[in-house]
């Protein structure tokens, strides 16, 4: 495994934190109470009453001298307007881009910064899978149109999350991902604690370089005993978790997944997704769609073990991207997050194998052309690395 390894951490603190309305008022009030550093990053990011809320509070913290630093994606800020980019710098906001659009890069364009995450002071880390834009969250509105989870994170695993983003940000001066020196970390995959209170770890990808986040949750999939269960947008696994999974079942392991419904962003990649269904439904996996709103969120349950962030473990992501996600081991986050995942499957249609196998005729078509194009590229890729 090429990179380095983060260890696992305890005397941590967890909290769950479901959808915009609750999330970003924290992370507002956060960088509003900040005294000495600020360090936002983050894939999606685009002008609108959420970023101008953002953007006000990250204003307010550089002007009071303290030290603001914001990377955001090249291609996933360019909604992000020039008038908003302005404000921020003459602020006295430190701002990158990560890899920003140029012909001349090619397929190079294709590898992005999907990571979240929030620091203040060295102290509070909020991870996750959200963007700034109006879809997650519009000041004064309680409700959503994006359905996504963060998690606010307390003690010496801040650390870890705080090494994670200033490395990316010096090596973002050449639009390279992280590649950190051999003395660094763990040389293997630590082993999951026991039993946990507290305990924590920085899961990560780094674009094909390091995909220790990948491996631990095969390995986690592989061992679970009681459950798994696995929220995810976009649909589109690597062959060793779909293997992992049907095996799981096999052996009476309750595997759910929770997966969008018809609201999403990206039809085709949904529909290029259904292909994988017949297999791990006639495997005894459970599969449930999302229905209310389009489900963004990025997290896992098995057994007691919590994995939540930005990576959607799709081959797309660990191609191309920079993922991060928090690991843990903690008895209220575990909790939370299997009420989180009661809750979500109340409001889901669940997937019977005979339902699907007599669906009209439209939907198979366009499971197989977008089936075929996600195959296309996937062989691509293959050849390319």
């Known amino acids: 495994m090429a990179g380095a390894i983060f260890p696992w951490r305890g005397a941590n603190q967890f909290e769950l934190l ?38 006000q509070a990250l204003e307010h913290a550089a002007q009071r001298q303290v030290r603001v630093r914001c990377l955001f994606d090249g291609y996933g800020s360019l909604a992000f307007t020039s008038s908003l980019r302005r404000r921020l710098i003459d602020a006295g906001v430190e701002l990158r881009f990560y890899n920003r659009i140029r012909w001349r890069n090619g397929l190079n364009n294709l590898y992005r910064d999907h990571r979240k995450l929030l620091l203040v002071d060295q102290q509070i880390a909020v991870v996750g899978g959200t963007g700034v834009t109006d879809e997650f ?81 095969v390995r986690a999939i592989n061992s679970a005993q009681h459950r798994i269960w696995l929220a995810t947008p976009y649909f589109l696994p690597t062959w060793s978790v779909r293997r992992s999974l049907r095996r799981a079942a096999g052996r009476g392991v309750d595997v759910r997944l929770l997966l969008t419904g018809p609201r999403t962003d990206h039809p085709s990649v949904r529909y290029a997704g259904h292909r994988y269904y017949p297999r791990l439904l006639k495997a005894g996996v459970q599969i449930f769609e999302y229905q209310p709103c389009f489900l963004h969120l990025k997290m896992v349950l098995i057994d007691d073990w919590v994995s939540i962030g930005s990576c959607n473990f799709d081959h797309w992501n660990l191609h191309f991207n920079l993922e991060a996600n928090l690991e843990a081991l903690d008895p209220g986050l575990t909790q939370a997050v299997a009420a989180s995942f009661a809750a979500d499957f109340e409001q889901s249609l669940p997937i019977s194998l005979q339902a699907w196998q007599s669906r009209p005729l439209w939907r198979r078509v366009k499971q197989r052309i977008w089936g075929w194009v996600d195959r296309l590229v996937v062989n691509l890729l293959g050849r390319r690395h």
């Open 18 to 55: 479901i959808d915009g309305p609750q999330f970003f008022p924290r992370m507002i009030d956060a960088i509003k109470h900040a005294e000495q550093h600020v360090d936002l990053e983050l894939y999606l990011v685009e002008a609108g009453g959420c970023a101008e809320a953002i953007v």
């Open 137 to 217: 969250w519009q000041p004064g509105l309680d409700s959503c149109d994006w359905h996504e989870v963060m998690v606010e994170i307390l003690g010496p695993l801040v650390l870890d999350w705080q090494m994670l983003f200033d490395r990316q940000w010096r090596a973002n001066i050449s639009r390279k991902a992280w590649k950190p020196a051999t003395h660094f970390g763990l040389p293997h995959l630590p082993r999951v604690p026991d039993a946990g209170a507290g305990m924590g770890r920085v899961a990560y990808a780094d674009a094909r370089q390091h995909r220790d986040i990948l491996q631990s949750l």
